[in-house]
């Protein structure tokens, strides 16, 4: 079965500083995407990245960048000088393409929190 | 980028009534959508699999006669929380699956309260 553990329940920093933020999954599929969410106090997601399963190349868009590492199972969020704005609920989530048809397994997230 | 609405942004209601709620795909045509719940400060819970001109396929523990779900067409999906509860309130969230690939596009939730 697959399964997303996001280990850190609240992280708080300062603004300006970087924060990662840990993402480790669970799966026996070969073929599979990983999606990082934002949700605002608004509630409505924001999609940030999907990344699938055979492309480990890092990423960086902006101030964000993705390290994705499958010999540990992990996909990990970077935000560099972070601002008050980027403030918000954050969820890393697994798609398996063979045996669950495509749905998504949700982390249990990261409430971010950027102090002025 | 794909749009997905979701009808009503929020809704109160009183105990032992039923409430819709509509998910529409705007600009595209989802063959799949989805339905989540989520409670405050938690995670989104998937409970149910819509397909378009056929059965939802419903989560372990989500009960199918409360939660009836109808994908009538490619662009729409409905959820009724019949004889809604207090314990119902929560936001929920729609998803919609465009035919031509495998990434889910989110409608922006609904909070249902019931009084």
């Known amino acids: 079965a697959q399964k997303v553990t996001q280990a850190q329940t609240e992280i708080s920093v300062v603004e300006k500083e970087d924060v990662t933020l840990d993402c480790v999954y669970e799966t026996r599929d070969t073929t599979y995407y990983l999606f990082w969410y934002k949700q605002p106090p608004s509630g409505e997601l924001v999609f940030l990245i999907r990344r699938n399963s055979f492309d480990e190349q890092n990423e960086i868009s902006g101030r964000y960048s993705w390290n994705f590492q499958k010999s540990t199972s992990s996909f990990n969020f970077t935000i560099t000088a972070s601002q008050v704005v980027d403030s918000a609920v954050y969820f890393c989530a697994l798609s398996e393409v063979e045996t669950s048809g495509s749905r998504l397994t949700f982390g249990e997230g990261t409430q971010l929190t950027v102090n002025p | 980028g794909a749009v997905v609405s979701q009808h009503p942004s929020r809704v109160i209601c009183k105990s032992g009534t039923s409430v819709k709620i509509e998910c529409r795909s705007l600009d595209f045509q989802a063959t799949t959508m989805f339905w989540y719940r989520q409670f405050p400060k938690k995670s989104l819970m998937l409970m149910a699999t819509?397909?378009?001109?056929?059965?939802?396929?419903?989560e372990q523990g989500v009960e199918k006669d409360k939660f009836l779900i109808n994908h009538a067409s490619l662009t729409l999906s409905t959820l009724t929380v019949t004889s809604a509860h207090p314990e119902d309130s929560s936001f929920y969230i729609c998803s919609a699956r465009e035919t031509r690939d495998s990434r889910q596009y989110f409608g922006p939730g609904t909070r249902l309260t019931v009084l």
């Open positions: 819509s397909n378009e001109g056929s059965k939802a396929t419903y």
